[in-house]
């Protein structure tokens, strides 16, 4: 696999006027900071040309050729506004100094004759780009998370794989930082990736190259290894990565400096791969890779759930085409019933084609004790005005047997409401085992579609008729028979808003018109107004011409409704977000430059009080913005190796002098990047109360599935116990207040359970239990 380049280098670009000043300022800070790669750039106009979107940290002399450094800044703010531009400058004031931090430097820092400049120069510039990167890190997870909730929206209602591959690719490249995405399928034969959707910049990239998912130079990249390895995979430096050689010089022609693939798959089943592309090198970081990742997992759902719909749609199909019972449709002519149509199992059972059946008088397929009750005993004209239940009629075939059969007619009306003949069901009772097997799936069928809010439905597109079972008048609020065509349940049971979307859904059929489905709303005079899901396959005549709709209407109420509320939930959220995110951030960050430049002017005991104030801010930033980002939320459950994920928790929080054991062994199931914050949290607030020397230890809890953290500090007051998950509490001047409740809250979205105890040296221990392990 090919080794990610090391996403902790920095280039800078050093900006003046004297080639051999720029060259020797560029050593000392080179020399200074070994992560530091410096290019120098001779004036403003050749550093506008180097800002490529490789450049981490701009750094200019105040007087340079062509413009000031003041002129400079405002071009480079207006062209990436993330970007750090530093003023280091011989010329320069405090007016020039609070003017530059104004229009948005980093940072502003005169020069003086001595060593430890470049070497002040040099922290300045780390501290600056690792506050842009991790601006830029939270900015990318927002704009990427937006897209997603946007997509899963989308998938709620997806109905064919192509429209949901067009709209993710088109939400990935409009919605978040991503110059292309692509969505590919695997040719079973030739092992290529065939593309079926892209969007975003592409000037026919995907026509002249060639992926495949095998071993071979076309399938090394990251799409064939995110499908054979079956996670996702990222080329972090398209220029550089050895594997991306087939396809660099047309990446890079379009802006293409890193990408990530995630295979689509479901169970056992591979559907393809995503693949997204970025204009800057070492765009995937851990997070954005494990969205993606949950991105594609989501997306493969979707596509199964769609298989399986498209599986019972076929099932209603051939239920109604291939019924085990025969019905005919009959015409009035000539005051007679004439044979209109029929099903394969009536023509079959009689001997005929339907064709033969087509036209011919029903009488004579019937015995002559049955004809006279169609004819001379009322029969059909029972049947015509709905006066009729269940009768016995005898029928012949064409080699004159006499079949047996149970008879339910109906009206069969036009489109103008006129009755025009009859629907008429015939069941073969021949063998009365077979009636009795008949009326028992009748009988469950009924309790099925009743059970669940169905109705299910049968309507003749040229007379708009439409016959019904199940609970019609619980979903509609009137009786089945006063709305008994298409015209009458528009005006009668649909909302006036939605009757126009229905009624031109069902004009639109046509002979390539295979199934059609919407949502609309029922009629407010009727009671409560619910959702219903219209879903229908059409049915065709012998020269294709569509006949009739069979299909079922569902009550989807309750899932609009949790729909709904969960959107209202986003966006309270996301407002919140927003507000904690932008209009705290933006005044703190003047307040610590502003900081910056009061300890340059003075030596003041109470400006290091400042800047912990200011830290406990970001502190308090981050953690609020987590709680009401992350929530309740358990996205992917994997295994997570329970000594791996504590050491690397450990190294990423400042622990001093504090020491870390892992006593616990074995992996449990979770989801890896909220165990993280749990365990980061749970080691801070150790840190925060025990101090420099506390030894902290992870280990297995007395008779419980799970593990405990427990530290040899001060420990946790009885009476304090129950109160240390809530929101804001705590007894350490330092601490947020909202890192154990992150840690509850964690707790709580996979279900587990937390007790907060004292631990064997009499510090804090908490044990975390009802753990499944992997």
């Not at 019905?327 to 019933?337: C, V």
């Not at 009668?492 to 229905?502: A, F, G, S, Y």
């Not at 749970?682 to 809890?701: A, K």
């Not at 809250?745 to 907060?756: K, L």
Request: proline share 3%; glycine share 10%; aromatic share 6%.
């Amino acid at each position: 696999m090919t080794t990610e380049p090391d996403p902790e280098g920095i280039r800078v670009l050093y900006v003046d006027d004297e080639p051999n000043l720029a060259e020797e300022s560029a050593g000392r800070l080179e020399r200074s900071d070994d992560r530091l790669d410096v290019e120098t750039a001779i004036g403003a106009s050749r550093a506008l040309d180097r800002l490529d979107g490789g450049i981490d940290c701009v750094v200019s002399e105040y007087d340079v050729a062509e413009r000031d450094g003041l002129e400079l800044l405002d071009l480079v703010v207006d062209r990436d506004p993330d970007l750090p531009f530093i003023l280091f400058t011989d010329e320069g004031s405090e007016e020039i100094a609070s003017e530059a931090i104004a229009r948005g430097a980093a940072g502003y820092l005169p020069k003086r004759e001595d060593e430890g400049r470049y070497d002040l120069l040099a922290r300045r510039i780390a501290n600056a780009v690792d506050r842009s990167r991790d601006r830029g890190a939270r900015k990318r997870r927002d704009r990427i998370t937006t897209a997603i909730r946007e997509i899963n929206r989308v998938l709620i209602d997806a109905r064919t794989r192509e429209g949901i591959n067009e709209e993710v690719c088109r939400t990935l490249t409009g919605s978040a930082f991503y110059r292309f995405a692509w969505i590919g399928a695997v040719d079973e034969e030739t092992e290529r990736v065939i593309p079926r959707a892209a969007a975003g910049i592409e000037e026919g990239y995907l026509d002249s190259i060639d992926v495949t998912a095998d071993d071979r130079p076309t399938g090394r990249g990251p799409g064939g290894r995110a499908l054979r390895e079956g996670s996702i995979a990222v080329s972090q430096a398209v220029e550089s990565d050895a594997d991306f050689e087939p396809w660099r010089e047309e990446a890079l022609e379009r802006g293409y400096r890193a990408v990530a693939a995630a295979p689509l798959a479901y169970k056992d089943t591979n559907y393809g791969v995503l693949c997204v592309y970025a204009n800057h090198e070492n765009a995937f970081g851990e997070s954005e890779r494990e969205l993606l990742s949950e991105l594609a997992d989501t997306i493969a759902h979707a596509y199964n759930r769609i298989d399986i719909r498209e599986a019972y749609r076929n099932q209603y199909r051939e239920l109604f085409e291939e019924a085990p019972v025969m019905f005919a449709f009959t015409r009035r002519e000539n005051g007679k019933p004439t044979i209109d149509d029929c099903n394969e199992l009536f023509a079959e059972r009689l001997g005929y084609s339907r064709e033969d059946l087509r036209g011919r008088p029903l009488a004579d397929v019937y015995t002559e004790e049955s004809a006279e009750i169609l004819l001379d005993g009322g029969g059909y004209e029972r049947a015509l005005s709905g006066d009729f239940s269940r009768e016995s009629r005898t029928l012949l075939g064409s080699g004159g047997e006499e079949i047996e059969t149970m008879l339910r007619a109906t009206p069969r009306r036009n489109g103008g409401g006129e009755v025009i003949g009859t629907h008429a069901l015939y069941v073969d009772v021949t063998d009365r085992s077979r009636l009795e097997e008949l009326e028992a799936i009748r009988e469950r069928m009924g309790f099925a579609l009743d059970a669940t809010d169905s109705i299910l439905f049968e309507i003749d597109l040229e007379t708009g008729v439409e016959t019904r079972h199940g609970p019609f008048e619980r979903l509609y609020g009137i009786p089945s028979i006063r709305a008994e065509t298409s015209g009458e349940f528009y005006e009668r049971c649909v909302h006036p808003d939605d009757r126009e979307e229905l009624a031109t859904l069902q004009e639109s059929i046509d002979a390539d018109t295979a199934t059609v489905g919407c949502e609309f709303r029922t009629h407010p005079d009727r009671g409560e107004v619910r959702w219903i899901r219209f879903e229908a396959y059409v049915s065709t005549g012998p020269d294709g011409t569509p006949e009739r709709l069979v299909g079922l209407d569902t009550d989807i109420t309750a899932q609009k409704r949790r729909q709904q509320e969960l959107e209202r939930q986003n966006e309270r959220l996301e407002e919140f977000a927003s507000i904690v995110s932008h209009d705290l951030r933006n005044p703190l960050n003047v307040a610590v430059g502003r900081t910056e430049l009061a300890s340059e002017d003075c030596d003041s005991p109470h400006l290091e009080a400042v800047e912990n104030a200011h830290d406990r801010m970001q502190d308090l930033i981050e953690d609020l913005l987590t709680l009401a980002r992350e929530g309740d939320e358990v996205r992917a459950v994997e295994p997570v190796a329970l000594t791996e994920v504590c050491e690397r928790c450990w190294n990423r929080i400042d622990a001093g002098g504090a020491t870390l054991e892992v006593e616990v062994d074995g992996t449990i199931e979770a989801d890896r990047s909220r165990v993280q914050q749990l365990l980061e949290n749970l080691f801070r607030n150790s840190v925060e109360h025990g101090g420099e020397g506390v030894s902290v230890t992870v280990g297995d809890p007395d008779g419980g599935e799970g593990f405990y953290v427990a530290d040899d500090g001060p420990g946790i007051l009885e009476e304090d116990r129950e109160d240390v998950f809530e929101a804001g509490f705590s007894t350490a001047e330092s601490g947020t207040g909202f890192g154990l409740r992150i840690v509850k809250q964690v707790v709580d979205a996979h279900g587990w359970s937390i007790d907060v105890t004292e631990g064997d040296e009499g510090g804090a221990r908490f044990e975390i239990t009802d753990v499944t392990r992997a």
